[in-house]
């Protein structure tokens, strides 16, 4: 059973303190509306609805709580690398707001123990985490504020996670790197794709990636995004010398 669910099982008092006294750790300050951060943990699969029959779960809150992180980090930049023009500043952003770097921010904060769900947290995907992370965000924006949920941001994200010098040299998408140096050199480029059930009865998606009608990298995972990200990867590392000379 979830915290949360146990938070539900409980007095009203006792709920509101132990669910107060958990986020209050997590943010850095108290909370002032619990509903917003009960909100921002409740899945759709609880088909909770409010007094006028909206649907209460954090899809929206996540929205914002995205625009919020944005909204942020891009001040932040701005900021820090004065140089940086148009094209650095988003990729930049990018960077620190990928999904793979969300869930990791999610999963260190431990997000997830406090989801009220009808689905088991094992069938959700990766994703979930730094979709809760996303949506605490929008929780503490119209619970505190912008200048409080900048303060989160900055604590939680920018303070640990943000050293523009290491992200500089950080690949978020191989793909993106081999599409890009394939076009700009006008070599032909195509991923071929199968698929088959692996081991253990475990389905797998096989990619090999082509350039200029030479297989250059195979590679295997559970989706065929991941395949193809995987192989892009080991092109990469086999043609590296070249594409840092773009």
Request: charged share 30%; hydrophobic share 35%; proline share 2%.
């Amino acid at each position: 059973m979830s915290i949360f669910k146990k938070i539900f099982s409980k007095s009203r008092s006792q709920e509101d303190g132990i669910f107060f006294d958990s986020i209050q750790k997590i943010l850095g300050f108290p909370p002032i509306s619990l509903q917003f951060y009960k909100k921002a943990f409740t899945h759709r699969s609880s088909n909770r609805l409010d007094e006028n029959g909206n649907p209460i779960n954090y899809e929206r809150l996540e929205f914002l709580g995205d625009a919020m992180l944005s909204a942020v980090i891009a001040a932040h930049l701005f900021n820090k690398a004065p140089a940086g023009d148009e094209g650095y500043l988003t990729k930049m952003r990018s960077k620190i707001v990928s999904r793979e770097h969300l869930n990791e921010l999610g999963k260190d904060l431990n997000l997830a123990r406090f989801i009220e769900s009808k689905v088991p947290l094992q069938h959700f995907g990766e994703n979930i985490h730094g979709n809760i992370f996303e949506s605490l965000i929008g929780a503490i924006y119209l619970d505190r504020g912008y200048s409080f949920c900048e303060k989160f941001i900055q604590s939680s994200v920018i303070g640990p996670y943000v050293d523009i010098t290491r992200l500089e040299g950080k690949v978020i998408s191989y793909k993106s790197l081999v599409i890009e140096w394939c076009q700009k050199e006008k070599k032909i480029f195509h991923y071929d794709i199968f698929e088959d059930n692996g081991i253990g009865g475990e389905r797998l998606f096989g990619v090999k990636l082509s350039i200029d009608d030479k297989v250059v990298a195979r590679a295997r995972a559970t989706s065929k995004k991941k395949a193809e990200e995987k192989a892009s990867q080991r092109a990469y590392f086999a043609f590296q010398e070249k594409m840092d000379k773009k």
